[in-house]
T-cell receptor, first 108, second 114 residues
């Protein structure tokens, strides 16, 4: 079957750097995405990696290694507003398979 | 901006009732999706549709059906609601063209079945 594993919770302090890992067991997908969801809100798209390597978008970066079946989201200069759940997802022809999510708590 | 709207934010229904959850998107997206979200389980795909009148089962279709009569509208139907269908339901859409990897979600409907 297809599955994606993420840590359930990560805690870091404001201004720090945090990495959220995603390991997957799936065959044949187009890319790896990351979504952010604040409590009570809808998931919103953060980043997409079609190819191996690092993609940078402001304070957020995402990495994919297909050979290692692994990816991560890197958040720099953490802010209180980054406290949210983060989901990795692999994209197939029509649909996404989502991970179970990582709850990030940013402490002052 | 893409907008995905859902008919209700909160809904309370009784066991055995037929429940309709409506979703509308305004960006002419071909693909639409229904997920349920439960603590610790992430987002699980119930059904999706890649074109009008087309539907495909996701990972957990049992107890649900869908309808897509118009491109912008995708409805989720609980034929006979049960307490284990109490959940947050999220609708999403995405294009098949440019930025097809970007999925847009609605605000969600929190359904409680008593």
């Amino acid at each position: 079957g297809q599955s994606l594993e993420q840590p359930s919770e990560v805690t870091a302090v404001e201004g720090a750097i945090v990495q959220i890992n995603c390991t997957y067991q799936t065959s044949g997908f187009y890319g790896l995405s990351w979504y952010q969801q604040h409590d009570g809100g809808a998931p919103t798209f953060l980043s997409y990696n079609a190819l191996d390597g690092l993609e940078e978008t402001g304070r957020f970066s995402s990495f994919l290694s297909r050979s290692d079946s692994y990816g991560y989201l890197l958040l720099q200069e953490l802010q209180m507003k980054d406290s949210a759940s983060y989901f990795c997802a692999v994209m197939g022809t029509y649909k996404y398979i989502f991970g179970t999510g990582t709850r990030l708590k940013v402490l002052a | 901006d893409v907008k995905v709207t859902q008919s209700s934010r909160y809904l309370v229904k009784r066991t055995g009732e037929k429940v309709f959850l409506e979703c509308v998107q305004d960006m002419d997206h071909e693909n639409m999706f229904w997920y349920r979200q439960d603590p610790g389980l992430g987002l699980r795909l119930i059904y999706f549709s890649y074109d009008v009148k087309m539907k495909e089962k996701g990972d957990i279709p049992e107890g649900y059906s869908v309808s897509r009569e118009k491109k912008e509208r995708f409805s989720l139907i609980l034929e006979s609601a049960s307490t284990n269908q109490t959940s947050m339901y999220l609708c999403a859409s995405r294009s098949q063209g440019a930025r097809s990897y970007e999925q847009y979600f609605g605000p969600g409907t929190r359904l409680t079945v008593t």
